[in-house]
């Protein structure tokens, strides 16, 4: 079963493509939206921009993905989706979260690609708790990997706290 949990910087990843944590309006952020910019340079924030917008303000709803290239990165690809906040679990937020992380394996696959890294999506200004975001994020891969066994899932976190918990989530049955 390839699924990878990690603690590194995205950006320095050398897969197909990264998964970035942003908001609707795709224009960049803090965070790893922040830090994958920068290390993209700004040819990203113009094919963002370039996205059509399907409601005012709005190119990507929250729980879709977006497809760019990665420019500067190592990554060819950069694979953007929007987490859902956190506001206590009962709004839908498993729903959105899973589906983040479904139609970003679906959008990567229509290209061909196989080696995906996430970050740990809505785990930081979003609020979402981790070991529950990382309980819906292993289970969301694991159904894609089974559908697709030659997908190569990487969960990219940023602390070694983090990559604990998406470790025990990985490791719980
Ligand atoms: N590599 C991997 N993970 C990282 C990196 C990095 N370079 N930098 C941060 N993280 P967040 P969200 C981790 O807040 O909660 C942005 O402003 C971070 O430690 O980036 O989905 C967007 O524009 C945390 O564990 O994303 C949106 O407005 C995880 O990435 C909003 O934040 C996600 O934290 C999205 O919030």
Redesign the pocket.
Known sequence: MLISVIAA???TLAVDAIVN???EALL????????IHRAAGPALLAACRALPQVAPGVRCPTGEARITPGFALPAPWVIHTV?PVWRGGAHGEATLLENCHRNAVQLARERGLRRIAF????????G?PAPLAATVAVRTLREALSRDPALELTL????EP?RAVFQAALTSP
């Open positions: 910087d995205i950006t944590a942003a908001n960049g952020g803090g965070g790893v939206d922040g830090a987490g970050p740990a999506i809505s785990c930081g200004v979003y979402y990219c976190c940023y602390s983090m």
